[in-house]
């Protein structure tokens, strides 16, 4: 296979940066600096390059390129929040894989299966019989200490007795070439969806090396992952599975969606749930829907506020409850955090021995927890030597912090440190330096070595046993990001690297691709819309149309103000501009309009960007874009883009004219205005004619027609009862906020004649502004989206007001079509009332279908 293996390796050298001394050389699987060490690269790396020959190393720097455009195109991200403020970055790849041998493998396989069978039986133990706790196998000021050991968990035993369902193991290659525990993830594992992303990315660049090498793929593991859930659930294969994340604002929160989407499970939050009758369910449009398996990536505390912390808005009150009685598999079991802690890591050889009756096969990092004063007191004269970190984590009652390496602190420096371990020695721990295996990256036309860790993790297969997953996670450092020991992070600046498990037998060809779909299935099947998306889509609508209603009003007003002072205008007008700017946000509710319509405009355009104000555009924008944020997996991206940008442009513009100081700035908020107009048509577009008109889209038209009902009819009805008709100006306004001015003037031409206007504001039905068409479209819409529960859509639909059967007789009498439009915005916002007691909250009068 390899084809002129001397110049291939003469090549290599060629390209091959040197590493730094006392790290293991991945690239050549010899310690750096040792005798040897410049010689012939490790066998592995010799035909992964041969195997694409010397094309792929001149297409090296292309793949790269492909590499970061595919992660930009999946809109794979990583999600920073820190005091500096929060931002979203690309995932960062490398190009090169890490390479793993078959022997390896099965070294770090028996040692990672060992520790996740030692740490279900420890959590078995502790939040039950605590033999090891009694018997001092573990100290109990350092398990029972931890904000992460939940009281509330013990005697709770989970389906099958399974707490552990993932464990991740951080690994480290020493300079002796033997692998070290540097870390392990009890409870909630990150990384996964990563993981592969990561892998279909970096195996389409190496197509040849990918099958040469004999890598084991992914695609069964995680289907005997999803199996192994579904074993321990009462409802076996029929089990309805779900990923509970935190939501979008998550560091992770693209590989939480990415992962679900790839294994076919319902993406939640904890708005989406509910526990009823000690069982879960999601909340969807259309009823209760029973879970039964919950994966979930929200940490231990935060998961019931109703036994944990009270505060939390990521959990659902009632969940501990749920697992109690057996009706719930949840991935993994609360109360597993505190095995996280590294200064357990010295106990674990001795908890293996008394749980187990075995070696601990897969040693860790030596490990000091400072709470043994024996161990202190041995230590604390030779803190140079050492990793200083948290055996706890931050937490209301303790303080956490960074690992630091002591060896490079000054005298005072390392008193300071002294001090503060005797002010608290249970909180640190001791760890000796690690200085993890180097693996190479491309870089500027060479392989440059940096420091790895290396993530793998094991997977509970529901029958009592734990499979690993053959690849892994890599963190490898940046240039320069302290490389010489094992606490790498990518939130710190590291980069991840796909994990390339080579196996000596066949290669499993499963893969994660759904099968084909019958055309029965087809035929039968319907999007599911949760209770969250459901409202946010709801509120999409609403605030769509109220932001466009918004604009309308502070541009016509601005334009009727301008107009105003330029000729002798009516108080009425002035009044009932001020009172429909109150009613509608524009204006705070203590504005009094005392005819000084220059005061009126300044004082308007001031509060144009107050977003303190409670409907102001500003304001409205902004909650545009909230709802559109938590949409965003609905939206297209232009769709998107141009929700986020119309608030943005419109704020900082704004800001900008405001602090310029003009006195005159009306011509530049008008400009403003426009522009806003111009891209909320564009986003009315986008919803009208890009979106797929399932439930989601039809709640969405809802509340839109819903706002737009209630606006209007109350506009009209301000109108009528001041008198506007019988100015030029005010007859203008009302066409203007109808959006009617050019169908009128086509109809009419100059008439300004109060019957006609009521006919083409009222009764058109071919006007989609008309109150006869926005009444009959809702109603439409909400029969048939709420079609599954038709007495109650007949219900609400029967108490909507008719405009379309208003008398032309009638609307010339203001005070009557005045009541009768009052009806109408009462009759709305009753709706609106009434859908988010159904379709999001779950609380209405009559019960729900359940489908277990």
Not at 169 to 181: C, K, S
Not at 664 to 688: C, K, N, S, W
Request: hydrophobic content about 45%; some cysteine.
């Amino acid at each position: 296979m390899i084809q002129h293996p001397d110049a291939l390796n003469a090549l290599l050298q060629a390209a091959a940066r040197s590493g730094d001394l006392g790290h293991f050389d991945e690239l050549r699987q010899v310690l750096t600096g040792n005798a040897g060490a410049g010689t012939a690269f490790s066998e592995a790396w010799q035909r992964f390059f041969a195997a694409g020959g010397a094309s792929q190393w001149a297409d090296l720097p292309h793949r790269a390129e492909r590499v970061q455009r595919r992660i930009h195109e999946d809109g794979a991200s990583h999600n920073i929040h820190s005091p500096e403020g929060d931002a979203a970055r690309d995932w960062p790849l490398e190009l090169l894989p890490l390479l793993i041998g078959s022997e390896d493998w099965r070294h770090i396989e028996a040692g990672v299966l060992q520790r996740a069978r030692l740490l279900n039986g420890v959590l078995s133990d502790v939040y039950g019989e605590q033999r090891l706790l009694s018997h001092g196998q573990l100290p109990a000021s350092l398990v029972l200490a931890h904000p992460h050991y939940l009281r509330p968990m013990h005697g709770c035993r989970p389906p099958g007795g399974v707490f552990l369902h993932l464990l991740a193991v951080d690994l480290a290659r020493g300079p002796d070439g033997g692998w070290w525990v540097v870390g392990q993830r009890c409870q909630a594992p990150s990384g996964l969806g990563y993981l592969l992303e990561n892998r279909l990315i970096v195996s389409q660049q190496f197509p040849e090396a990918f099958r040469e090498l004999s890598v084991q793929r992914l695609g069964t593991a995680f289907q005997s992952f999803v199996q192994g859930l579904m074993r321990l659930s009462p409802a076996g294969e029929r089990s309805h599975v779900a990923l509970l994340t935190p939501g979008p604002l998550s560091e992770t929160y693209f590989e939480q969606a990415f992962l679900a989407r790839h294994l076919g499970l319902s993406l939640v939050e904890a708005s989406d749930l509910t526990v009823r009758s000690d069982q879960l369910f999601l909340k969807t449009l259309h009823g209760l829907e029973r879970i039964h398996v919950l994966l979930r990536r929200v940490d231990d505390e935060y998961v019931d506020p109703l036994e944990l912390r009270g505060d939390s808005i990521l959990g659902v009150p009632g969940l501990l409850q749920a697992l109690r009685v057996g009706g719930l598999v949840m991935a993994n079991a609360p109360g597993a955090g505190w095995l996280e802690s590294p200064g357990l890591a010295a106990f674990w050889p001795g908890v293996c021995q008394a749980l187990l009756g075995e070696e601990l096969k897969l040693p860790a990092a030596t490990a000091w927890w400072c709470g043994e004063q024996s161990v202190w007191q041995r230590c604390r004269e030779q803190l140079r030597e050492f990793v200083l970190a948290p055996s706890f984590p931050a937490s209301d009652c303790t303080q956490s912090f960074k690992p630091q390496v002591l060896a490079g602190l000054d005298a005072a420096a390392l008193a300071e440190v002294q001090r503060r371990v005797e002010a608290d020695p249970a909180a640190h721990t001791l760890l000796t330096r690690l200085r993890p295996s180097e693996t190479p990256v491309w870089r500027d036309g060479a392989l440059e070595p940096r420091p790895a860790v290396l993530r793998v993790y094991a997977m509970a297969d529901g029958l009592g046993g734990w499979k690993m997953l053959p690849g892994g996670l890599a963190r490898v450092a940046s240039r320069g990001e302290g490389g010489a020991d094992a606490w790498l992070s990518i939130r710190e600046g590291s980069a991840s690297a796909d994990v390339w498990v080579q196996t000596e037998g066949p290669v499993d060809r499963s893969s994660l691709l759904p099968r084909p779909l019958t055309a029965e299935e087809l035929t039968q099947m319907q999007r599911r819309v949760s209770s969250r998306a459901a409202e946010n889509l709801f509120w999409l609508g609403r605030y769509a149309e109220r932001a466009e209603n918004s604009v309308r009003l502070a541009r016509l007003s601005l334009e009727t103000l301008a107009a105003v002072q330029r000729n002798a205008a009516s108080p009425d007008l002035l009044r009932m501009l001020a009172r429909l700017c109150r009613q509608q946000g524009l204006l705070p509710l203590d504005f009094v309009q005392d005819g000084d319509a220059l005061a009126f405009e300044q004082r308007l355009i001031q509060a144009l960007g107050e977003l303190g104000g409670a409907h102001s555009v500003a304001w409205n924008l902004q909650s545009l874009a909230s709802s559109g944020q938590a949409l965003r997996e609905r939206l297209s991206g232009e769709h998107w883009q141009l929700i986020h940008e119309v608030g943005e442009h419109f704020r900082e513009h704004l800001a900008a004219v405001l602090a310029s100081g003009s006195a005159e700035p009306l011509a530049d908020v008008l400009g403003l205005l426009g522009r806003a107009a111009t891209h909320l048509a564009a986003i009315t577009g986008a919803q009208t004619d890009r979106m797929t008109r399932d439930d989601g889209w039809r709640l969405l038209s809802v509340g839109r027609q819903i706002e737009r009902l209630d606006f209007l009819a109350g506009a009209l009805a301000l109108g009528l009862e001041h008198d506007l008709t019988q100015h030029d100006e005010g007859f203008a306004l009302l066409l203007g906020l109808f959006d009617s001015t050019i169908t009128y003037r086509a109809r009419f031409q100059a008439r300004r004649e109060l019957l006609p206007l009521l006919q083409l504001l009222v009764l058109d039905g071919d006007n989609p502004r008309s109150l006869a068409w926005v009444a009959r479209t809702l109603r439409e819409r909400l029969l048939k989206l709420a079609r599954h529960e038709q007495a109650w859509a007949e219900g609400a639909v029967a108490a909507l007001p008719r405009p379309d059967q208003f008398l032309l007789e009638q609307l010339g009498q203001p005070a009557m079509l005045a009541a009768l439009l009052r009806d109408c915005g009462n009759e709305a916002r009753a709706l609106s009332l009434a859908i988010s007691r159904r379709f999001f909250a779950h609380v209405g009068t009559l019960d729900h279908r359940v489908w277990q």
